[in-house]
């Protein structure tokens, strides 16, 4: 067996569908990497539980690598994860537990957000159609600077793009004023881009929010792209933050 383990974290979602892309995800890692052991686990909602997780490898492996899937640095990955590494650490003292950077902002992820929006139809070419990058903010104002520089980068890769940051749930400016505010006359096409990894309550949120505001605006043609997911950039991304220490 390998000696060493990454274990994958994430919040957890009560979504069986965000379970279901978690594992293709930890499957998709492991084939990328068969040299080590890839696992995952939950902070809450979920099954299994990190904490528990991280304990099977601390038993196990000389070298627990923690990758957190966390777009954002909050409470969970400042607070939460280290804590628990602590305690787990302090049962075995033998094993090596690393904590890697966060997600955060790569150039790879706004390769990601363009991937997913051309799927729903967002043109190669854009010519000033405007795309909501909505992201799910923390109580700290750096998520805000976080998603704004991810837009930066965007507009750096595609000018002609015109994407606009916004937060549903914490973080400001939300989701609705940004769409009440946005002029449609021209143009008269929107995307949505969801800024989250997998499929939950908050991209349900989103697509209950857009179908309603559909319903005010008739002649508007939305379109929704799905959350970020499983795919190379991604884990460019998380190859990148393996070879980080936080």
């Known amino acids: 067996m390998s000696k060493t383990c990454v274990l994958l974290v994430s919040h957890g979602s009560r979504d069986p569908l965000a379970d279901l892309e978690m594992k293709k995800l930890a499957e998709a890692y492991q084939k990328r990497h068969p040299d080590f052991t890839v696992r995952f686990g939950y902070l809450e909602l ?43 650490q302090k049962n075995h003292l033998q094993t090596q537990l690393r904590l890697k950077p966060s997600l955060s902002i790569h150039p790879a992820m706004a390769d990601l957000v ?31 600077a976080l998603l704004e520089k991810l837009v930066l980068l965007a507009r750096a890769k595609n000018p002609a793009a015109r ?55 008739p002649a508007l043609k939305l379109f929704c792209a799905a959350p970020l997911g499983s795919h190379e950039f991604l884990f460019q991304i998380l190859d990148a933050r393996l070879g980080e220490t936080y």
């Open 163 to 217: 994407i606009t940051p916004c937060f549903i749930g914490l973080g400001e400016p939300s989701f609705e004023e940004t769409l009440e505010g946005l002029p449609f006359k021209n143009p008269a096409s929107l995307w949505i881009a969801p800024y989250f990894l997998f499929p939950g309550n908050f991209v349900e949120e989103i697509k209950l929010k857009l179908s309603n505001f559909q319903i005010a605006n």
């Open 46 to 88: 979920a099954e299994p539980p990190f904490e528990s997780e991280l304990e099977k490898a601390a038993k196990t492996f000389d070298l627990v690598q923690i990758l957190p899937l966390f777009l954002f640095e909050g409470s969970h990955f400042k607070k939460d994860i280290p804590e628990i590494i602590q305690r787990v």
């Open 114 to 144: 363009f991937e997913r929006l051309q799927a729903a139809g967002y043109p190669r070419h854009p010519n000033g159609e405007t795309a909501l990058l909505v992201g799910h903010g923390t109580r700290e104002e750096e998520s805000r």
